[in-house]
């Protein structure tokens, strides 16, 4: 499949050191992808659901213990410690090699091991990467194929010589949570994963090489790669405008990259288009622009709350040739349910653990019938509002980039930052405030700057460095910086922005500040629309006028408060927090009196 010696030799390695009984290189065929269905579903490893109502879908589920990404468990192994910073759990490479080795030694004997090659980006593209993962894992073999461009395929970016391939080692292991282990070597381009079969965790081109692997080579290279949707907006006279987004979880990513426009909207001729729900690689073009690629080929998204009314594009990606784990069953029609789907919970259900459960009853109880982190794992083309650059190998190019997190009080609906450099600070300084879902202590802050703090594979104050440099490479071709709150609450704590499709009215604004047609009001924190400039239509009798006001709203108390606590943040960051970052919270301060 490949005369790459780089890859050959490598494989070699992790044969002796795994001891398969049998090696499969993955050429994406067909034809070998339904051999390997139809053994996960023989061994039931696996379950063939409705034929008729879910046509190529799967069904599949974790061991209990093995359910979501295991952050305490992440590793960052730079050769100093100093690179993985504060946010990241640190190892000495050496050490983590000769604790890990032992693990792997003979552990694929009496299994299969696969070999699959694949593209991150549309194969051919000068912004995409290749991996090479190695798993015994069917499971896996069958995700990555929905995810990434994977096959002999994938070797074309890569060629006969470069050693410039990501190394991925993946075993299920014992599904042990004691010797559970999701290892980034940022500077051997090398991923280990042990011990865990949950997508998160060992679907290696996802989080650990899209984001952590990807972020280090971006700062080594000189592009950027964010935990970031990109969805593209085509106007009445038929033009498109690329946005980036960047929310921490439970912001409503995934709703806002398939948005549906309101009806005043549609009938006027807009369309959104999603070109990625979770991961933007960014590369500046030939013409000086920044051009965004979604390195993957599917979405891994949270079934729970996945319904046709909170993403109706969403839920409709889902309808065929789909990976389900840890959803529940309807044994009646061997379909799939989990909470938020609908209001009718199957009656004759099996739920996630696998027992099987009178739905009713057991909903009534509080309890799950579908894991709260279960997933769907579904082809990106499936969804109706894929954008028809999804394959442009250059990528897409972009004019604006989003922030934002779940505040109840200090931030605004929308603003836009002054510069690219005062961008970054309003970056760094994203952060979420918990909800009784979280946890306990509702409304404490959470920092996640620029919803990266799990997935930076270095220093975040080199990222953030990282990012200014970007500007200044992009100069006057650099997107415009916004800021975003759909969870400001009124007194009662309820929210006053509708959300979903409403998002439309901000994203129309930010354009037009892009294309530089509407002017805005100069605060201490940022840019603000104009009384009015907000289009409100149709919603007049839920965002009033005094609703409006609260909404762009800036009290100068609570964002002295701000200040204050972005200084404690800062902290931790010592004498690598850049310098531009200190000077943009000291000129708030001073903004703010």
Excluded at 379 to 389: F, L
Excluded at 415 to 439: C, D, I, L, P, R
Excluded at 442 to 467: I, S, T
Excluded at 479 to 499: A, H, R, S, T, Y
Aim: one cysteine or more; a negative charge; aromatic letters at 10%.
């Amino acid at each position: 499949m490949t005369k790459n010696q780089n890859v050959l030799k490598w494989v070699e390695e992790m044969k002796a050191l795994t001891k398969p009984d049998k090696v499969i290189w993955i050429d994406g065929s067909e034809e070998q992808l339904q051999a390997l269905r139809d053994e996960a579903v023989a061994t039931g490893e696996m379950q063939k659901l409705n034929e008729e109502k879910l046509p190529g879908c799967l069904y599949h589920r974790t061991a209990e213990n093995d359910v979501a990404r295991v952050e305490d468990r992440t590793f960052i192994c730079s050769r100093e410690k100093e690179n993985a910073g504060p946010t990241n759990n640190w190892c000495d490479p050496k050490e983590m090699y000769a604790k890990l080795t032992p693990l792997y030694d003979g552990v694929m004997k009496g299994r299969t091991m696969y070999v699959i090659p694949y593209s991150m980006g549309p194969i051919g593209s000068p912004i995409a990467k290749v991996g090479v993962e190695i798993t015994d894992s069917i499971y896996v073999v069958l995700n990555m194929d929905i995810m990434t461009r994977m096959g002999a395929d994938a070797f074309k970016n890569l060629g006969d010589e470069s050693n410039d391939f990501v190394r991925g080692l993946h075993s299920k292991a014992n599904v042990d949570p004691e010797n559970r282990y999701i290892v980034q070597f940022p500077e051997d381009n090398t991923i280990w994963s042990i011990n865990s079969a949950y997508g998160g965790n060992v679907l290696l081109g996802k989080k650990c090489f899209a984001l952590r692997i990807a972020s280090y080579q971006g700062w080594k290279e000189g592009w950027m790669a964010e935990h970031m949707l990109i969805l593209g907006v085509k106007k009445p006279d038929g033009e498109v405008k690329y946005i980036t987004a960047a929310f921490p979880s439970a912001c409503g990513k995934t709703n806002l990259a398939m948005l549906i426009p309101p009806e005043g909207y549609k009938k006027a001729g807009y369309e959104v288009f999603t070109v990625g729900d979770d991961i933007a690689w960014m590369k500046q073009g030939p013409d000086g622009r920044l051009y965004a690629i979604n390195p993957e080929n599917g979405f891994f998204g949270v079934a729970p709350g996945t319904n046709a009314k909170s993403n109706y594009n969403a839920l409709a990606s889902t309808r065929k040739n789909t990976i389900f784990t840890n959803v529940a069953l309807n044994n009646d029609d061997n379909t799939v349910w989990w909470e938020g789907l609908d209001k009718n919970p199957p009656e004759n259900a099996t739920e996630w653990t696998g027992k099987k459960v009178n739905g009713k009853e057991w909903t009534a109880e509080g309890k799950k019938l579908a894991h709260p982190n279960s997933r769907f794992t579904a082809p990106a083309k499936n969804c109706p509002c894929v954008s028809p650059e999804f394959d442009n190998p250059q990528g897409v190019p972009i004019s604006a980039i989003i922030f934002g997190g779940r505040r109840a009080a200090t931030t605004p609906l929308v603003y836009q930052s002054f510069n690219w450099q005062h961008g970054t600070y309003v970056g760094s300084a994203v952060s979420s405030e918990t909800t009784a879902a979280a946890t306990g202590a509702v409304g404490v802050l959470r920092h996640d700057p620029m919803a990266m703090k799990p997935f930076c594979g270095y220093h975040m104050a080199d990222y953030w460095a990282h990012w200014l440099e970007m500007g200044k490479k992009l100069g006057d071709k650099a997107p415009l910086i916004f800021n975003v709150n759909w969870f400001k609450q009124d007194e009662n704590g309820n929210f006053m922005w509708p959300g979903f499709g409403d998002n439309m009215r901000v994203l129309d604004w930010i354009i037009k500040r892009c294309e530089g047609t509407i002017d805005a009001d100069k605060t201490p924190i940022g840019y603000l629309p104009k009384k009015g400039d907000i289009n409100l239509e149709g919603i007049e009798d839920e965002v009033t006028s005094e609703v409006e006001d609260k909404l762009l709203a800036v009290d100068k108390d609570l964002w002295k408060k701000e200040v204050a606590e972005m200084g404690e943040f800062y902290k931790q960051f010592g004498d690598k927090l850049p310098d531009e970052l200190k000077q943009e919270l000291a000129d708030l301060s001073a903004r703010l009196g």
